[in-house]
């Protein structure tokens, strides 16, 4: 169950912070968002392909596979900045949703393998309840991270524009000026850089989520079905 539910929390959150950052800190409008999420249901598709003819081996061997390809993406996610490149999100996506697509099948194998028929109905339940419960849990912990994360370090980036730092003295200028335009602008970025690292702060808490998996799946049992135990 605590698998389960730790799956739901990886499973949707990348589908609903890239839309986000990608059309407020890159301006990428619809289609294109919409482009590289679709990368991420490509990898999906390609991982259930896979485990047709994967799904023979211990799933203990998946999950990990599976977890590691979700940790892998966070952490690459994690290294964006604001000129991320198109690219770089749709391989990424591409890697994670791979992930999804290996983590489905052994999931549902591990959770139901030692429960009685008349027991399927009610497991079910439990099993996608779980899932969307971890989904909605960590969603909102993402959110309220990169919204956090952004307010401070806002005030932290701010801090550092003064006259006394050589490395602003184009800015300082510029803002020396007095231009209503200028210091908009200023703003603008100050408050974009900070939302990126919000983003930042809210992928590597993916990341960590998705390595924190790993010793659990120590904790899974499997016996394959024999032939005499299939019965004719």
């Known amino acids: 169950?605590?698998?389960v539910l730790l799956f739901g929390m990886l499973n949707f959150t990348p589908l609903t912070l890239l839309p986000s950052m990608l059309q407020t800190i890159r301006g990428y409008p619809?289609?294109?968002v919409g482009f590289l999420l679709g990368m991420r249901g490509i990898g999906t598709l390609a991982?259930?392909?896979f485990m047709?003819?994967?799904n023979r081996f211990d799933p203990r061997l998946w999950l990990v596979v599976g977890f590691t390809l979700q940790a892998w993406s966070g952490w690459e996610m994690s290294r964006f900045d604001v000129?991320?490149?198109t690219f770089a999100v749709a391989w990424t996506s591409l890697v994670q949703g791979l992930g999804v697509g290996f983590l489905w099948v052994p999931v549902t194998q591990v959770s139901y393998r030692t429960l009685p028929a008349e027991r399927m109905a009610e497991a079910s339940g439990v099993f996608h309840l779980l899932r969307n419960i971890g989904s909605s849990i960590h969603i909102s912990l993402s959110v309220?991270?990169?919204v956090h994360s952004a307010k401070v370090n806002q005030?932290?980036?701010a801090e550092l524009v003064t006259p006394f730092n050589r490395s602003f003295d184009a800015i300082v200028a510029a803002l020396a000026s007095g231009s209503p335009a200028s210091l908009l602008s200023f703003s603008n970025e100050v408050g974009r850089q900070a939302l990126m690292i919000g983003y930042i702060n809210a992928f590597i808490a993916?990341?960590?989520c998705a390595l924190l998996v790993l010793p659990l799946i120590l904790l899974v049992r499997w016996r394959p079905v024999t032939a005499a135990a299939a019965g004719p």
């Open 47 to 49: 991982g259930f392909l």
């Open 30 to 32: 619809d289609s294109i």
């Open 144 to 146: 309220a991270l990169v």
């Open 155 to 157: 005030s932290q980036l």
């Open 83 to 85: 000129n991320v490149t």
């Open 206 to 208: 993916y990341t960590v």
């Open 52 to 54: 047709i003819y994967a």
């Open 1 to 3: 169950m605590l698998l």
